[in-house]
T-cell receptor
Framework: DSGVTQTPKHLITATGQRVTLRCSPRSGDLSVYWYQQSLDQGLQFLIQYYNGEERAKGNILERFSAQQFPDLHSELNLSSLELGDSALYFC????????????FGPGTRLTVL | DQQVKQNSPSLSVQEGRISILNCDYTNSMFDYFLWYKKYPAEGPTFLISISSIKDKNEDGRFTVFLNKSAKHLSLHIVPSQPGDSAVYFCAASSLGAGSYQLTFGKGTKLSVIP
């Protein structure tokens, strides 16, 4: 158990819909990272937050957004969903903003029908 | 353009023998490297890391070797156990350049045969 929690574990929705994925980091960790794992692309970095502020952006679509709240939990919002958005979404956390070891949650499996 | 490559999608090893998983990278700005293990339906679990100022790091049965000139790293597991059967991901970041996100390889599936 990494100490990072993600909800829900599974999500099934239809194209065009909007969903919110939630992540709670390990106690004491200030950084939260979101990654997408699809069959053909492997694990891809989406976005990083540190203590409530956006720190880095990766291959995140404009239809996707995230935020980190004062209690340090984070939410990833996916809108106008397409079939290709079906993937595993992982959250990871670390102590600082300088990329020390990241610990991953169990993931949310999103299926878009 | 894959910056971190794991060229072997799978590897089978006998229990008790050494497992060697390889990883190559192309981005010379990478200065921190990690190995993660992943079981089905779980998130990646951190195994071991190495900074570019070192060429070896050891933790129990796991040793990571870094060859900067060849842009190559490897993970050695000795002795291999059936519980080591999982997908292993190599990852890299560029701490010195202020880039904290991890760039992952596509993974190598290790099967340890009893």
């Amino acid at each position: 158990d990494s100490g990072v929690t993600q909800t829900p574990k599974h999500l099934i929705t239809a194209t065009g819909q909007r969903v919110t994925l939630r992540c709670s980091p390990r106690s004491g960790d200030l950084s939260v990272y979101w990654y997408q794992q699809s069959l053909d692309q492997g694990l891809q970095f989406l976005i990083q937050y540190y203590n409530g502020e956006e720190r880095a952006k990766g291959n995140i679509l404009e239809r996707f957004s995230a935020q980190q709240f004062p209690d340090l939990h984070s939410e990833l919002n996916l809108s106008s969903l397409e079939l290709g958005d079906s993937a595993l979404y992982f959250c990871a956390s670390s102590v600082a903003s300088r990329g020390d070891t990241q610990y991953f949650g169990p993931g949310t499996r999103l299926t878009v029908l | 353009d894959q910056q971190v490559k794991q060229n072997s999608p799978s590897l089978s090893v006998q229990e008790g023998r050494i497992s060697i998983l390889n990883c190559d990278y192309t981005n010379s700005m990478f200065d921190y490297f990690l190995w993660y293990k992943k079981y089905p339906a779980e998130g990646p679990t951190f195994l071991i890391s190495i900074s570019s100022i070192k060429d070896k790091n050891e933790d129990g049965r796991f040793t990571v070797f870094l060859n900067k000139s060849a842009k190559h790293l490897s993970l050695h597991i000795v002795p291999s156990q059936p519980g080591d059967s999982a997908v292993y991901f190599c990852a890299a970041s560029s701490l010195g350049a202020g880039s904290y996100q991890l760039t992952f390889g596509k993974g190598t599936k290790l099967s340890v045969i009893p």
